[in-house]
C-alpha cells in the first residue's frame, strides 16, 4: 500500500494533487468553470437564503473551517462564525433555523463534532456535512453532505484530507457566490498541476527541516488566509515531530509574544497575500532586529518575492498561481517541513504518541 513511500504521510502529501482531482471530478466544468454541487441536495438558492453561517470542527478540520471562513463571508456578505466543537456545544451557540451548520470532519465520528451538530439541530439549524468517509455518523446526521473525496487517510497527521476540506470550502463558497463563481472554478482547475509544482520543493524543505530540527521552540504568522495556514503549520509540526511551535496573528506578535523572540529563534512567515505584504514585511523585519532567523514562504513571482527575498534567511517560493489559491499550495511546504522535522528527530510519523487517529471520545 506503501509503494515507493516510507510513511502513509509522505505518501498521502504527495497523492494530494489527485486528490484534488477527484474532489473537483465533476463539479467543475472543465471548460467553462461552472461550479456545480447539486449532488448534495442542496441548491445555491437555498445556500444562499441563509442569515448566518457556523462552521464546527476539531483540530485541522477547524483550521480548514478558518479559511473556509473568510471564503464563504466573501461570498454571501453574511456573517460567518467557526468555532471549535467542543467550545460550541458547551458554548450555548446562537444558531436557529435561519443559520446553516457546516460541520467539517475527516472521519465523520469526532464524537464533539457530532456532539455539536446535535446541538445545532435541536436549536433547528440544518447541518451540511463536509466529511470524508462515506457512510460515517457524520454523513448520515446531517441533511445535507459534501464528500471530500480525499481516499483512505491512514497518517494520523491529517494532510490530503485537509486540503481537500480547503477545496470543497472554495467550491462552496463559489456555489454561493451570486458572481464570479465561473472565475473560482477555472482557477480551482489548476489547482492540482499547481499542486505537483509545490511539491517540487520537497528538497529544499527537507534540507530547512534539517536546520529548524533542533530547535524546540518555533513561531509561525501571518495575516487573514495565512494566518488560518499559520496555524495548521503549527498543529502538524506540534503532532509529529513534538516541537513546541505556536501559530499568531503576525499583527499579535508586539501584543506579548515578541518578548520570547531571541538570537537564533526560528520564525517562519506566511505571505502570500499581496495586500497584506508590506504589513507582514513589517513584522518579518521586527522579529529579525530581535534576532530571529526568518523563513518566509511567498509568492515565487514579484510583486511580492522581490520585496519579500532580501528580508527572509530561507525563502520558499511558492509556483505562480492565482493569488486565492496561494494559501491552499502554502500549506504543503509546512506539511513538509513537519514531516522531515519528524524524521530529523527519530519520530514515529504515523504514528505520534498520545493520538489516535479518530477521537470517538469527549
Ligand atoms: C491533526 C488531526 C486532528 C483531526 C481532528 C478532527 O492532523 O488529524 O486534529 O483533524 O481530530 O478529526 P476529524 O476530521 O476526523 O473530525
Redesign the pocket.
Known amino acids: 500500500e506503501l509503494g515507493p513511500y516510507p510513511h502513509f504521510m509522505a505518501k498521502e502529501i504527495f497523492e494530494q494533487p489527485q486528490a484534488v482531482r477527484q474532489a473537483l471530478a465533476g463539479r467543475v466544468e472543465p471548460g467553462s468553470g461552472r461550479v456545480d454541487l447539486g449532488e448534495t441536495g442542496l441548491d445555491p438558492a437555498t445556500l444562499r437564503s441563509f442569515q448566518r453561517y457556523a462552521i464546527v ?5 477547524w483550521h480548514a473551517g478558518l479559511v473556509g471562513r473568510h471564503l464563504l463571508q466573501r461570498a454571501t456578505g453574511r456573517p460567518v462564525s467557526v468555532e471549535v466543537a467542543s467550545e460550541f456545544r458547551y458554548g450555548d451557540p446562537m444558531v436557529d433555523a435561519g443559520t446553516l451548520t457546516v460541520a ?7 464524537a464533539d ?1 457530532l456532539a455539536a451538530v446535535r446541538e445545532a439541530r435541536r436549536r433547528g439549524s440544518p447541518v451540511l456535512a463536509i466529511v470524508n468517509v462515506e457512510g460515517s455518523s457524520l454523513s448520515r446526521e446531517a441533511d445535507w453532505v459534501l464528500y471530500t473525496r480525499a481516499g483512505p487517510e491512514v497518517a ?3 494532510t490530503k ?1 485537509y486540503l481537500t476540506q480547503v477545496v470543497a470550502l472554495h467550491l462552496l463558497a463559489a456555489w454561493a457566490a451570486p458572481t464570479g463563481a465561473e472565475a473560482t472554478g477555472l482557477q480551482l482547475l489548476q489547482l492540482p498541476s499547481r499542486l505537483e509544482a509545490t511539491l517540487g520543493l520537497d528538497p529544499a524543505v527537507q534540507e530547512l527541516a534539517r536546520e529548524l530540527a533542533g530547535s524546540e521552540h518555533l513561531f509561525y504568522v501571518g495575516r487573514g488566509l495565512d494566518y488560518a495556514v499559520a496555524l495548521e503549520a503549527a ?2 509540526i506540534k ?1 509529529i515531530s513534538y516541537v513546541h511551535a505556536e501559530a499568531y496573528a503576525a499583527g499579535e506578535l508586539k501584543h506579548g509574544t515578541l518578548a520570547l523572540i531571541e538570537p537564533g529563534r526560528w520564525v517562519v512567515a506566511l505571505a502570500t497575500q499581496r495586500a497584506l505584504l508590506a504589513k507582514t514585511a513589517g513584522n518579518v523585519a521586527e522579529v529579525r532586529a530581535r534576532g530571529a532567523q526568518v523563513v518566509v514562504v511567498g509568492p515565487g513571482a514579484s510583486p511580492g518575492r522581490a520585496e519579500l527575498e532580501p528580508m527572509a534567511d530561507r525563502y520558499l517560493p511558492l509556483p505562480e498561481a492565482p493569488e486565492p489559491l496561494l494559501p491552499v499550495l502554502a500549506v504543503v511546504p509546512m506539511q513538509l517541513l513537519a514531516y522531515h522535522a519528524a524524521r530529523a528527530r527519530g519520530c514515529d510519523v504515523d504514528r505520534p504518541r498520545n493520538l489516535a487517529k ?2 470517538t471520545v469527549e
Open positions: 470542527a476539531c483540530g485541522t478540520a467539517i470532519s475527516q472521519s465523520g465520528e469526532t463534532t494520523v497527521a491529517s484530507a498543529l502538524k503532532e479518530s477521537v
